[in-house]
């Protein structure tokens, strides 16, 4: 009679014992690198009117939030999405500063996605924002700390691969395409269906230069050299710009150290359209999907009142944690743990030993003994538990 009682909602499950504390210890050492990085910790409602989230911001579709009302008939919804929550806040809270921002934040999304994807409802990100600064440095900074993030969770074979949206635009405004084919065209590529896009494009009355342009895009992914190959098939300036603002990025990474993690892929195409620069997305072993993703959005901080050139990433904790644990990696530190069992005769005793232990930054476990477990079995535990074991008992037992 208790079983409906014990499920979870589809979407949504608990974390706990073991698997909550690894996910706590990489959380922390994530945490720790943003802060190393001089990121400030900001906090938003896990729920927000819907304007901030709405189509013309770029952000989820509107059937994929979780709506719902207020006492005045707001409609409010559970954030799908970071980022316009930080945006509101950085215009709200910071709407005259000139000088770089930077916030880091935590918490869980909420996407009413459909149940056959087998994606979660609820999941958790962390990541950072950094705001007034539209310089290729501040990308650069941006992604080596994306790195560095990834490093501090334990990973060691990754790869970031960087886009950039003015690449695709730059040849879409030079083709005169309608809003129905753009859009066509751009879930063709952002679904890496190439040879759907062949066949497509194959049928349009565009030049054969902007067709080989747009196929172009099957082969535009590789290492830094692939960049003067993409200069050849974008005659515009927006594109060759883009291209040449990527070039500078890697420099830079490399002063890092870090250009043996970075690739490109010009196909990369977000489905957030509030991006406006530079894109990215991390991925590794032992997941299907990017462990990070993140990007440059000029615009969407004017859209709550500030104009301000932005740049962040969001690390997304729960294929970050699947990755982790299908490549045996755990770099959790589990301080020194002891269990004291105790008589009730001996609890002076135990509870002074504990507050020892406790002082010494140990992390100690008070259980009084129940006349239902035998010693052995309070023993097993703390073998288990790799935990110090102590035993304060009487003839009584």
Known sequence: MYEKLLRTPEGVRDIYDLECEKRNGVIDHIHHTLHMYS????????????????????????????????????????????????????????????????????????????????????????????????????????????????????????QIELGHVDYFNGIIEDSNLTEEEEADIRDFIRSKNFFGLLEYVKALNLSEETKQSLVYFDDA???????????????????????????????????????????????????????????????????????IKGGRYDNLLEKFGKESASIGFAIYVDELMMALSRQHIDNTVRPEKALIIYSPDSQKKAIELAKELRASGKVTELIRKSKKLTEAEYKAKADAENAEFYSFLDNKF
């Open 39 to 158: 990121y400030h910790d900001i906090e938003t409602p896990s729920f927000e009117f819907f304007d901030i989230f709405n189509m013309d911001k770029g952000s989820a579709p509107s059937n994929e939030m979780f709506k719902f009302f207020d006492r005045n008939n707001n409609t409010l919804v559970l954030r799908p999405d970071m980022t316009p929550s930080i945006a509101r806040c950085a215009a709200k809270y910071y709407p005259d500063t000139k000088l770089p921002i930077r916030l880091c934040y935590k918490g869980n999304t909420f996407t009413n996605a459909p149940l056959h994807q087998g994606k979660l409802s609820e999941s958790t990100q962390i990541g950072c924002e950094l705001l007034n600064d539209d310089t290729s440095a501040s990308d650069a900074e941006i992604i080596a700390c994306a790195i560095d993030c990834l490093l501090a969770a334990g990973l060691t074979e990754f």
């Open 221 to 291: 992914f590789g290492g830094v050299e692939m960049l003067d190959e993409a200069k050849k098939h974008a005659n515009n300036a927006k594109s060759l710009a883009a291209i040449e603002r990527m070039k500078k990025i890697y420099t830079v990474l490399s002063y890092y150290g870090f250009d043996k993690y970075v690739s490109f892929d010009l196909s990369m195409l977000n489905r957030y359209t509030y991006y406006t620069g530079i894109v990215f997305r991390g991925y590794t072993y032992g997941t299907g999907d990017a462990v």
